[in-house]
Nanobody, 124 residues
Framework: VQLVESGGGSVRTGESLRLSCEVSGYSVGINFLAWFRRPQGQEREGVAF???????SYADSVKGRFTISKDKAKNTLYLQMNSLKPEDTAMYYCAADRYTIRRGVRRRYEYRYWGQGTQVTVSS
């Protein structure tokens, strides 16, 4: 399974960005998708999750501002980020895996497949 992110960049406070993650390779059965981010000098943290049953979950810090979605036909995961803040500055990674459960894959070690990351920088 290969994941390739794109869409990062440098924006100002209050602006928007949309990240994309193209999933390719042996992606049959991939049913958990997520976005994580790693601010410089900090641990990688979960931002948004798309579970097997279609439900979504968000970190408190991005609720109401970020939206995770996927286009099944394009095999692409998205993260729409609105009202960006300087504290959203980080390297953003998409992650994927397969599980037989329906919900609740949240920890980074539970995801085996990762993209290379795309940098988002928000200036005030």
């Amino acid at each position: 399974v290969q994941l390739v992110e794109s869409g990062g960049g440098s924006v100002r406070t209050g602006e928007s960005l949309r990240l994309s993650c193209e999933v390719s390779g042996y992606s049959v059965g991939i049913n958990f998708l997520a976005w994580f981010r790693r601010p410089q000098g900090q641990e990688r943290e979960g931002v948004a999750f798309l579970d097997s049953d279609g439900s979504t979950s968000y970190a408190d810090s991005v609720k109401g501002r970020f939206t995770i979605s996927k286009d099944k036909a394009k095999n692409t995961l998205y993260l729409q980020m609105n009202s960006l803040k300087p504290e959203d500055t980080a390297m953003y990674y998409c992650a994927a895996d397969r599980y037989t459960i329906r919900r609740g894959v949240r920890r980074r070690y539970e995801y085996r497949y990762w993209g290379q990351g795309t940098q988002v920088t928000v200036s005030s």
